[in-house]
Nanobody
Framework: QLQVVESGGGLVQPGGSLRISCAPYGFTLDYYSIAWFRQAPGKEREGVSCISASDGTTNYANSVKGRFTISRENAKSTVYLHMDNLKPEDTAVYYC?????????????WGQGTQVTVSS
């Protein structure tokens, strides 16, 4: 069974840093584009960052640009989201989505999320 598992969430003080990870089980990372989303209580899920499968091109939401960094290590089959200068408004459940495009069809696999809480 194909699964995506996030890890590394936790409680951090404002201004602090945290790195969360995402790994696939049952398949390899190589041909998948990866995106991180987050959902805060009472809000809709929003895209945070993504990295392409082909050339590693990255994109970030304006709210995290300059503070978050997405990276992938295909050899370790792991994707990271490094978060610096965290703010209380970054508090959310963070989800990882892996997408493979086969022909004209996209196959998406979601993790169950990891909680990030920014609070003093």
């Amino acid at each position: 069974q194909l699964q995506v598992v996030e890890s590394g969430g936790g409680l951090v003080q404002p201004g602090g840093s945290l790195r969360i990870s995402c790994a696939p089980y049952g398949f390899t990372l190589d041909y998948y584009s990866i995106a991180w989303f987050r959902q805060a209580p009472g809000k809709e899920r929003e895209g945070v960052s993504c990295i392409s499968a082909s050339d590693g091109t990255t994109n970030y939401a304006n709210s995290v640009k300059g503070r978050f960094t997405i990276s992938r290590e295909n050899a370790k089959s792991t994707v990271y989201l490094h978060m610096d200068n965290l703010k209380p408004e970054d508090t959310a459940v963070y989800y990882c989505k892996m997408r493979e495009r086969l022909g004209h069809k996209d196959y998406d696999y979601w993790g169950q999320g990891t909680q990030v809480t920014v609070s003093s």
